[in-house]
């Protein structure tokens, strides 16, 4: 790492601006008799505060909702651990802000909804809602949130105050939890407004309390629906937000438990949905007793039955930053299929339209963060660790160091070799959509994709049966080269050089449900070994469809039995190398065991391949794909 002078900052004027004193030695701690600051080093604040000796108090800060309907308004519960200098020397400090609803009191064993069903619902078929397990323990989007300690423990003693907060309706806070809507949202909100004086902040005995201690910036982090109250906060523009870092955080609610119609799963999550995780963070004797009316309206508006786009879902859509002051890093597993990756792509992509300051920082890794170890190395040569990063970028937001970092590249993505490698933005600006076409030369013989036109006489059609009820999305993607009656599969010949994709994959159908009048619809993008190859095939991305959405995710129009209807959607966005010597593959099949509900099989399926194809983001476009 390149070594930079010491830069001591020795004071904080009445706006918040702060003085810096540059020394090419190291800088000491400022002593007793003079006004307290931070200490740079490196272009990151240096741990010089005690942490033993800092204040921590609990604060209730009234907020403008009344989500229990109690004629009061809601009050959420606050922890705050400062440095003592903040009281003693009146020295203001920013603030790095995690909320949470899940910090004590959550409901262990809250029953989930079945997904065994005769036939979809979209077919006018309702079925009730019961418990998979009689104990299904600690599930919800996240089991295991952000503990106490971690934030406060390093930013603490580097000059920051620490707050950690208890969402609407959950732990020590009042209300009803109401999972991400506008009350969620405001409940937030109202806590940044307290730092900047601009709401009320309680004691547990009633008297007022105030932040006088705030420089006003705030800075918000925290991973999952930690990560996801940041992004809720930031789309109201609210001053004060400095900026903020979601880690595998949801920007669309609805493309958490649905995908294009369809009723879809977080991963490892069968049968959750938006009122089990309220009844998870409200803990039982809430959601069961005053909060139970709100418990029931979110289990009716959901709507499991189209999962179609409504009012309910947009009022969880945080897909519009037309308003967002803060900056975002934002940070994602590649391989998350809790918190799927078109939500960081879809954040990412309106931050971009409205010009937001943003860095991103993409892993290997699933529903985590990248690990604070993590290193990555610059054009320049500086080597730095996920969590200095993450240090410098509040640095630089909230106490205005001068630490380079919005000079650096703006992407991290960790390749499969897990080396982290910049780039310029993402996707990769040389990304071009690529179409292949589906070709088949019998009714059940794997198919092929083809760059380019496909021979004229391609006109077989090709058909399979639903059984994946039974049959794991494991089983429907192997032994690609041989038929199989339950899916489709469609291969590229062998590649003759490394093809790397950035962005989001499209699935183009052209296919008719032959004896019924709803089915699932999922296409999996495959990377497979050269023909004949026994290595396990590795599943890249994934997607999913309600044919009867195939207009709107608003909309459900019913099918007719047997008639071909044009279908495309997108599958979860992805940087991803295919090795040479390796085929591209597409498995199209029915219901996903891991994600979608499940009928009784027996659902016929037909295909065009003629007037279907796969669109692909390749890096380098058309010339990049070489077989």
């Known amino acids: 790492m390149r070594r930079t002078p010491h830069l001591a900052l020795v004071g904080v004027g009445v706006t918040g601006a702060l003085v810096l004193s540059a020394s090419p030695v190291a800088a000491k701690p400022a002593p007793a ?38 004629g009061r308004r809601d009050r959420v519960a606050i922890d705050i651990s400062r440095p003592r200098e903040t009281a003693t020397e009146g020295f203001k400090v920013p603030v790095i802000f995690e909320h949470s609803p899940y910090r004590k009191g959550t409901w262990g064993s809250v029953p989930y909804h079945s997904v065994l069903v005769d036939e979809l619902p979209q077919n006018g078929v309702t079925h009730p809602s019961v418990s998979l397990s009689a104990d299904v323990e600690t599930q ?19 000059g920051y105050a620490v707050v950690l907060g208890q969402s609407v309706g959950t732990g020590d806070s009042d209300g009803c939890p109401t999972s991400g809507d506008q009350a969620e949202t ?61 880690v595998a955080a949801i920007s669309s609610w609805y493309d958490y438990y649905r995908a294009n119609g369809l009723v879809v799963a977080p991963g490892g999550y069968q049968g959750e949905d938006a009122d089990i995780l309220a009844k998870y963070t409200a803990g039982r004797a809430r959601a069961e007793g005053h909060c ?18 409504s009012k309910f879902w947009a009022d969880r859509d945080y897909l519009d930053a037309k308003k967002v002051k803060a900056s975002v890093f934002v940070v994602h597993g590649l391989n998350d299929w809790n918190v799927r990756t078109e939500q960081f792509a879809g954040w990412w992509d309106e931050l971009a339209k409205h010009k937001v300051p943003r860095k991103l920082w993409l892993h290997q890794g699933g529903h985590s963060s990248p690990g604070n170890t993590a290193a990555v190395t610059l054009p320049d040569g500086q080597t730095w660790t996920y969590k200095q990063t993450e240090n410098r970028w509040f640095d630089f937001w909230l106490w205005n160091v001068p630490n380079g970092i919005m000079d650096e590249p703006t992407a991290v993505v960790q390749r499969e070799d897990r080396v982290n490698t910049t780039y310029a933005n993402w996707p990769d600006p040389a990304t071009r959509d690529v179409k292949l076409a589906l070709g088949a030369t019998d009714a059940t013989s794997p198919g092929t994709l083809i760059a380019g036109k496909r021979p004229k006489d391609a006109t077989v059609e090709q058909s399979f049966v639903d059984n994946g009820r039974t049959l794991s999305p494991n089983a429907l993607v192997a032994t690609p080269d041989a038929a199989n009656p339950n899916r489709l599969a469609y291969l ?61 995710a608003a909309r459900t129009e019913p099918l007719k039995q047997g008639k071909l209807y044009d279908l495309k959607w997108t599958l979860e966005p992805k940087d991803y190398v295919f090795p040479a010597g390796n085929r591209i593959g597409v498995v199209v099949f029915s219901t996903d065991q891991a994600y979608t509900l499940l009928p009784l099989g027996g659902t016929e399926l037909r295909v065009a391949p003629k007037h279907s194809e796969l669109r692909l983001p390749v890096v380098g476009g058309q010339k990049a794909l070489a077989f």
Do not use: H
């Open 292 to 309: 139970a009316d709100e418990m029931a309206k979110l289990t009716e508006e959901q709507d499991r039955v189209t999962g179609d786009y």
């Open 492 to 552: 590229t010949p062998e590649l003759t050089q490394d093809v790397r994709i950035s962005g989001r994959a499209e699935m183009r159908l052209r296919m008719a449900i032959e004896n019924k009048s709803a089915a699932n619809l999922t296409a999996y993008l495959v990377n497979y070994g050269p023909a004949g190859s026994t290595a396990a095939p590795t599943v890249v991305t994934r997607g999913w469809l309600d044919p009867q959405n195939r207009k709107d």
């Open 33 to 70: 008799s003079t006004t307290p600051g931070i200490v740079v080093s490196d272009g990151m604040t240096q741990p010089v505060f005690s942490l033993a000796d800092a204040i921590e108090e609990r604060v209730y800060v009234e907020t403008p909702v009344d989500t229990d309907g109690d």
């Open 186 to 246: 405001l409940g937030t909100k109202a806590v940044i407004d307290w730092l900047n004086g601009r709401a009320k902040g309680y004691d547990a005995n009633g008297a007022p309390v105030k932040a006088d201690w705030s420089t006003g910036a705030v800075g918000m982090t925290g991973a999952s629906y930690n990560g996801t109250l940041p992004n809720q906060v930031a789309t109201t523009g609210v001053k004060g937000l400095k900026t903020i870092v979601p």
């Open 140 to 158: 919800g989007a996240v089991t295991k949130p952000n503990l106490p300690g971690q934030l406060d423990d390093y930013y603490v003693p580097r």
